[in-house]
């Protein structure tokens, strides 16, 4: 039996209720490494009726490209199955997807040595927001393939006094799979609104590669130049440029029904008026995400980044307003989050989040903390 029938049979048994023998073809089609597009697409999908969703995940990130997806394994693995299937069943070159989704949150500022000291510790607000968009993916001879996403965000606030936020963004990029890697090359930018009427500007070239090492294990590097640009006006020299890299490993867990993902990056923002002058950064990221069945899945993250400014600068003393000092300024940032996906019908999903933010410095005008929970409902197309 071909490589592509023997993947193909291995799908359509795992449907059926005997996943023994279903496993028993996966293993075999294993024996026979995939080699084209086709054959990725039928074994992630193999995976993925397995209930083996983060081999599915390695398999159709091999030959699949969408930005901009939930966290969660498990809605992730959900919107590669669908196309998938658009591109198998339905001999369709364009795949895609949609969604939007709703909810209501809770904001509130931490307290800090910077926000202590420069008010806006007691800061608690409801707000409530909205996100919509999708992407598409159009198969090309020879395994080329073009890919676009756009993803809107709103956040309105209740408290009049604090900013609503608005996000837009968006990719446009060309891909080539080879065999068990796939090397990507296109352009992404971002436009958000930041208050009185002033918006940022985020565009840049990347490059992404990923390869396939084995079903269990993934390898990625990407690389990418940006610019951001704010307007005239009291945000003005934050503008910048922007060069980084970074490296990752993604890791099957529990038979597939988890994920461990690994990811350092690191870089340098110059071309900037900012008064600490220009900044070298590294960092990490590590995921941990679950599916606790074909409905359920949470997840958590950690990330953190270390930025190291270049120009000596009257601060704030770090522990007092009544002192200041000559330093060079730098920044520890982290992030925390949390969440649970549960569908209670197909296609809907309910997703309560966490997420911890706290920016450590050793000027004290640049520390601060915030913890926001929200509960969103999302419908997937």
């Known amino acids: 039996m071909g490589a592509i029938a023997l993947f193909a049979a291995a799908a359509a048994f795992a449907a059926e209720p005997d996943p023994a023998r279903a496993r028993e073809l996966v293993q075999a089609a294993q024996a026979q490494p995939p080699s084209t597009v086709a054959a990725h697409l039928e074994l992630g999908r193999a995976y993925y009726?397995?209930?083996?969703?983060a081999e599915a995940k390695i398999e159709f990130e091999t030959v699949l490209r969408f930005d901009n997806?939930?966290?969660?394994?498990?809605?992730?693995?959900?919107?590669?199955?669908?196309?998938?299937?658009?591109?198998?069943?339905?001999?369709?070159?364009?795949?895609?997807?949609g969604y939007a989704e709703t909810g209501i949150g809770r904001y509130r500022v931490n307290s800090t040595v910077g926000t202590n000291a420069l008010g806006g510790g007691d800061r608690r607000d409801t707000f409530y927001n909205a996100r919509a968009g999708g992407g598409l993916n159009y198969a090309l001879p020879n395994d080329y393939a073009?890919?676009?996403?756009?993803?809107?965000?709103?956040?309105?606030?209740d408290n009049s006094d604090s900013r609503n936020d608005s996000d837009l963004r968006w990719r446009l990029a060309g891909s080539r799979s080879f065999g068990d890697s796939n090397l990507a090359v296109g352009l992404r930018g971002r436009n958000s609104y930041r208050g009185d009427g002033d918006y940022r500007n985020d565009a840049g070239l990347f490059a992404d590669y990923r390869y396939r090492v084995d079903p269990?294990?993934?390898l990625t590097l990407g690389a990418e130049y940006r610019r951001r640009r704010y307007p005239e006006g009291r945000l003005r020299d934050s503008s910048r440029t922007s060069a980084e890299v970074s490296g990752g490993w993604v890791h099957s867990l529990l038979d597939g029904a988890g994920s461990l993902t690994l990811t350092a990056h690191g870089g340098q923002h110059f071309a900037t008026s900012r008064p600490d002058g220009n900044s070298s950064f590294y960092g990490a990221t590590a995921a941990l995400d679950f599916t606790v069945n074909s409905k359920v899945?949470?997840?958590?993250?950690?990330?953190?980044?270390?930025?190291?400014?270049?120009?000596?600068?009257i601060h704030f003393h770090p522990d007092t307003l009544d002192n200041s000092v000559?330093?060079?300024?730098?920044?520890?940032?982290?992030?925390v989050g949390a969440?649970?996906?549960?569908?209670?019908?197909?296609?809907?999903?309910?997703?309560?989040?966490?997420?911890?933010?706290?920016?450590?410095?050793?000027?004290?005008?640049?520390?601060y903390s915030s913890t926001e929970f929200w509960l969103n409902i999302r419908k997937a197309f």
């Open 69 to 97: 997806l939930p966290q969660d394994l498990l809605s992730q693995v959900e919107i590669y199955n669908q196309a998938a299937t658009q591109a198998l069943d339905g001999k369709r070159p364009l795949t895609g997807f």
């Open 146 to 157: 073009i890919d676009a996403t756009l993803d809107y965000r709103f956040r309105h606030y």
């Open 339 to 367: 969440y649970l996906v549960w569908e209670f019908v197909p296609t809907w999903t309910l997703r309560p989040e966490v997420l911890w933010i706290r920016d450590q410095s050793n000027s004290i005008g640049f520390n």
């Open 216 to 218: 269990d294990n993934q």
């Open 49 to 53: 009726v397995l209930g083996q969703y």
């Open 326 to 335: 000559l330093l060079r300024r730098k920044d520890n940032l982290y992030e």
């Open 297 to 313: 899945g949470w997840g958590t993250f950690v990330w953190w980044e270390h930025d190291a400014f270049n120009n000596d600068r």
